[in-house]
């Protein structure tokens, strides 16, 4: 069993990476990006054979590693094998 | 002799490099990354260290496709001279100019600190003034200074005499201990030390003054 | 737009979120006490807007209104023939000779740095740095003083690896070579961590750039990053102390670009050179209202905001929120009318928001309108100048009695104590994280006692440093603060610097209890006392107050930064120490355990008075080494483990060995102040002890340096394992990766 974990920043938290992206965007002549967002994506192997139980672990896992949760956000995916 | 050094918003050793290009006799003159060709009578470009973009998506990835890089790709592929030092480095290799990338350094941290050197060859307008196999210590300061590229592309670039210089204690897990790399007609030259923060007896270390001496030298034998 | 009566506006049925009714809890949540508010009615006449209670919050608080300590900042020396501009200002101003000033600041940001460590002392770095540039100085130097919890404790780590890679990857991108600083540990700071944040820019003597707005009618300008959400109510967290309901603090937390500020720089750097600023201020705690009441407020002028106009990007921002928000890479400006296209255009160069909202009125007013509605109608110079102040009554330390017996410990074992304690370790696993060399200008890498950077072009240098003791200032808060400007002066010295003027960051505990508030009072005392004889007067400084944790303060930790300058870098002592040089201890003989390193950090105990301070001898002592500069090879300063840890330290730099005579314990580790190993070349040693004899000072060789071992007195150790012990302590503690 996999989880993909998608770490964003919170609404409203400034993302200076996203803002540069877009600019650079829109001098390389694409026209029509609004805000860009960067994120990350975490892919996780689990050994855990059972979905709901899986999630859980993942949700401990974000809040004490894989995710400031100060400023960030998270969404699991669980993908069965 | 003129140098044309870029400076990308966030670049923030431009002005180090306009020094040390001008104390190995250099006319040094900035250029904007926005211009779309170089100053008249261009030598030597130079793509100084710093924080392009703020090393945002991925370092140097912007600046590479600045609209000064077209002209700086042209003039590289027509013969000129193209030093890029760290972040210089990093858009170098961003804009195809030389192989390969620079990654995370291994130790995951921004390390700066003296580091030893091996030149790996004298056969280069930048490393004319050591001979293969000397060394020296150079400062470092990065984040991504790691090179990584596939086995034949390293495999050649040893094999061809393009690996500028070796670490001799690598700070940041480069493949094969490499720290600046040459390109196949080896007139652009990419290193993450920083040569021209070594040019200057105050600063406790003329290490880098033989690249700068070595280039000029090197373009005044050259025929106009 | 025409003004609205505010009476009627107290309830606003606006385009926007309602806005809240005033009630005794709302007024309790932005910290204002009950008299304050009282006093807010009373000039007011009526109950404040919403967002007038938030402008109130965030003037009057703790962080903008020094309310606590300003009756006694008042008392510190600011004035000297060297200093062209004191506090008060973004940053204080020192001449340096040859038409150029050197402006520097220090300032904590350690509230947001225990929430977010690693954005907190990021923007705390972005902040100050700011500070310098909106002066119209390029930054040239950066250090930063930490102070962290016990090693142990769970959240350390954390803290101290955020903070770290915090405060490089700002600096570093920027491009502010950071050359010096401090970092210690103690259960003290479990709850709370200090960051402190200096910067150093070059500016010329005749084209500084002040807060103060001039003329009516002037264009108030927007500049930089655009305006979120970011730390709104932050201004007032940083003055409250840390309660179990961190968690509901922490949407305020800002993230700082340093890719923006740079940008910033330049741009503001180019808009000075084209004479179109008439004055500017940095958007920090509280930004925009802090900004706009400081610069009409100095100007004698009102200001007239219209928040339609602010660059924001995110949807539907309040009044409040814009005035409270605290985005980073921000500035107000009163510009030039004739010079604003010029402005705009080099803004636009460097992709940043440039956008006029505002006006200087005639009136004592400010006065914010958004959305066709008055949000806020104040009289503007009550804001500072009605700001309350507090005398708030303080109990003196207890004086300590002598320190007891200590427990029998050989030189070499003493030594290694310190070596393998945090406080005392080689700190490159910290600075090698900063880009220490950018600028090709840096003479004097850290971790050498002072910093040297060159002025860019010139053959002057400056000296930097940063110091405190908080054990001593715990035991004595008068001799403490003292002290700290003695080691300052000292390190300054050291280098061949002749001492210019400080900045200094006052963190301390909740002053209303008496306790805390007396040592508030004593290290500013202490402080000021020896800066005034010592000549360097104090030209900025911030304070940070409430740094407790369920009743527990931090130590209290005055650092002091300190400037010193090198007329020509050719005149540097430079060092390392050679092999063959004589070591010679200039000042007493030592022989003061009390409230020592070697004690604390062998046995746990912290008891005893610290070592008094003799400003006079420190003065003698500092201009011997001044003027005998040119015979001194190597120099270091004795403060923590005294003697024999600077023989140490200055041995491990020079890659050498050192042999000092037989002592006592008290000899080797005593923290006697006033004092300074030097290295002296054989050929210069017997001129050099004349000298001292005609300056009454006392100096005589005690070792010489060579070999591969430590030697005190008949005790020896290798260098290789010594500095082995030495350098592994905090890749072990915090990861060598």
């Known amino acids: 069993m996999r989880a993909r974990v998608e770490v964003m920043l919170k609404a409203g938290v400034l993302d200076p990476q996203g803002e540069a992206v877009r600019h650079a965007l829109g001098g390389l002549g694409f026209e029509g990006v609004g805000a860009v967002r960067q994120g990350k994506l975490i892919e996780l192997d689990l050994t855990a054979t059972d979905a709901g139980d899986a999630r859980a672990e993942v949700v401990k896992m974000c809040e004490a590693l894989l995710v400031n949760t100060v400023i960030e956000r998270y969404r699991i995916e669980i993908v069965e094998d | 002799m003129k140098a044309a050094i870029v400076t990308f918003p966030g670049s923030n050793c431009d002005r180090d490099l306009r020094v040390a290009f001008a104390a190995a006799g250099f006319e040094a003159v900035p250029l904007w990354h926005k211009e779309t060709s170089l100053p008249p009578g261009t030598d030597v470009v130079g793509l100084p260290g710093g924080f392009s973009h703020g090393d945002y998506l991925r370092c140097g990835a912007i600046a590479a496709r600045a609209p000064v890089m077209g002209a700086v790709a042209a003039f590289a592929r027509s013969g000129g001279h193209v030093l890029g030092i760290c972040n210089g480095f990093q858009v170098l290799c961003e804009a195809g100019l030389l192989p390969g990338t620079l990654m995370r350094n291994a130790g995951l941290r921004f390390v700066c600190r003296e580091v030893g050197l091996a030149v790996g060859t004298s056969a280069s307008p930048f490393t004319a003034g050591w001979r293969q196999g000397a060394r020296l210590s150079l400062p470092v300061a990065h984040h991504d200074g790691n090179f990584a590229a596939d086995d034949d592309v390293l495999e050649r670039l040893f094999a061809e005499e393009r690996v500028a210089f070796t670490y001799t204690d690598n700070p940041n897990g480069s493949a094969r201990d490499i720290a600046g790399v040459l390109s196949a007609n080896r007139r652009v030259l990419g290193m993450m030390p920083h040569p021209e923060r070594a040019t200057d007896a105050a600063l406790c270390s003329t290490a880098g003054a033989p690249l700068f001496a070595g280039l000029a030298a090197a373009l005044a034998g050259q025929p106009a | ?737």
């Open chain 3, 1 to 737: 737009m025409p003004d609205r009566d505010m009476t009627a506006d107290t309830a606003p049925q606006d385009r926007l979120a309602p806005e809240p009714a005033i009630t005794p809890d709302l007024v309790a949540a932005h910290g204002l006490k009950p008299d304050e508010y009282e006093r807010v009615l009373a000039l007011l006449g009526r109950e404040p807007t919403f967002t007038e209670l938030g402008i109130f919050s965030a003037m009057w608080n703790e962080h903008c209104s020094y309310k606590s300590s300003r009756r006694w900042l008042r008392t510190l020396p600011t004035e000297g023939p060297q200093v062209i501009q004191g506090p008060g200002e973004n940053a204080g101003v020192v001449d340096i000779g040859d038409g150029l000033a050197v402006v520097f600041k220090m300032e904590s940001h350690n509230h947001p740095s225990y929430i977010e460590p690693y954005q907190g002392a990021a923007t705390g770095v972005g902040g100050i740095l700011r500070d310098v540039f909106t002066m119209g100085a390029r930054p040239m130097a950066a250090m930063n003083a930490l102070s962290f919890g016990a090693p142990e404790h769970p959240r350390t780590r954390h803290l101290v690896q955020g903070v770290v890679a915090g405060i490089g990857g700002y600096g570093n991108a920027f491009g502010v070579p950071n050359v010096g600083g401090e970092m210690r540990f103690h259960p003290a700071y479990d709850g709370n961590c200090l960051v402190n944040a200096f910067a150093a820019g070059i500016a010329r003597s005749d084209r500084i750039f002040y807060s103060a707005a001039s003329g009516v009618g002037m264009p108030v300008v927007y500049l930089g990053a655009r305006t979120g959400r970011d730390g709104v109510g932050g201004a007032t967290m940083a003055s409250a102390e840390f309660d179990e309901g961190l968690e509901e603090k922490r949407p305020t937390v800002q993230v700082g670009d340093p890719f923006t500020e740079k940008r910033l720089l330049e741009a503001c750097l180019e808009l000075m050179e084209a004479e179109a600023v008439i004055s500017i201020q940095d958007m920090g705690a509280a930004g925009l209202t802090c900004s706009a009441v400081e610069m009409g407020d100095k100007g004698g002028l009102g200001i007239r905001l219209e928040l339609d106009r602010v660059p924001v990007r995110e949807e539907a921002m309040s009044a409040y929120e814009m005035m409270l928000s605290e985005s980073q890479e921000r500035m107000l400006m009163v510009l030039r009318p004739e010079k604003e296209a010029e402005a705009r255009e080099i803004f636009a160069r460097w992709d940043l928001d440039f956008a006029v909202i505002g006006e200087t009125i005639a009136e004592d007013r400010f006065l914010v309108l958004h959305g066709n509605r008055v949000k806020a109608d104040l009289p503007l110079r009550a804001l500072s100048g009605e700001a309350p102040e507090y005398d708030r009554p303080w109990v003196a330390s207890p004086p300590r009695t002598p320190l007891g017996p200590l427990p029998d410990i050989g030189p070499i074992e003493a030594l290694q104590v310190l070596l393998a304690h945090p406080d005392h370790a080689h700190k490159g696993w910290v600075w090698e994280q900063y880009d220490w060399a950018v600028g090709a200008d840096t003479l004097r890498r850290p971790g050498l006692g002072a910093g040297v950077v060159r002025v860019h072009g010139t053959r002057k240098a400056l000296a930097f440093t940063s110091d405190v003791t908080p054990r001593y200032v715990l035991a004595c808060p008068e001799t403490g603060g003292a002290q700290a400007v003695a080691e300052a002066f000292r390190n300054l010295c050291a280098v061949g610097a002749r001492p210019l003027a400080t900045t200094d960051n006052l963190n301390f505990g909740n002053p209303e209890r008496p306790e805390i508030m007396g040592q508030l009072v004593g290290a500013i005392r202490g402080s000021g006392a020896a800066c005034r004889a010592l000549d360097m007067p104090i030209v900025s400084g911030n304070v940070s107050l409430y740094n407790e944790t369920a009743g527990r303060a931090i130590l209290p930790t005055p650092t002091i930064g300190a400037v010193g300058l090198i007329a020509d870098h050719a005149d540097m002592i430079t060092g390392p120490a050679r092999a063959g040089d004589v070591a010679v201890l200039l000042g007493r003989d030592g022989g003061h355990m009390g409230a020592s390193a070697l004690i604390w950090a062998a046995w746990g105990r912290e008891d005893g008075p610290p070592p008094p301070v003799d400003l006079e001898e420190e003065a003698r002592n500092g201009a011997f080494v001044l003027a005998q500069a040119g015979a001194i090879r190597a120099a270091s300063d004795l403060s923590d483990g005294g003697l024999a840890l600077a023989g140490f330290e200055m041995a491990a730099a020079a890659g050498t060995g050192l042999a000092l005579e037989a002592g006592d314990t008290a000899w080797f580790f005593g923290e006697d102040q006033g004092r300074y190993l030097l290295a002296i070349e054989e050929g210069a040693l017997a001129s050099l002890l004349a000298a001292a004899q005609e300056a009454g000072v006392p100096a005589r060789p005690v070792g010489r340096f060579g070999g591969e071992a430590l030697r005190l007195g008949t005790a020896q150790a290798h260098m290789a394992a010594l500095t082995a012990l030495w350098r592994g302590v905090l890749p072990g503690l915090f990861g060598s990766g």
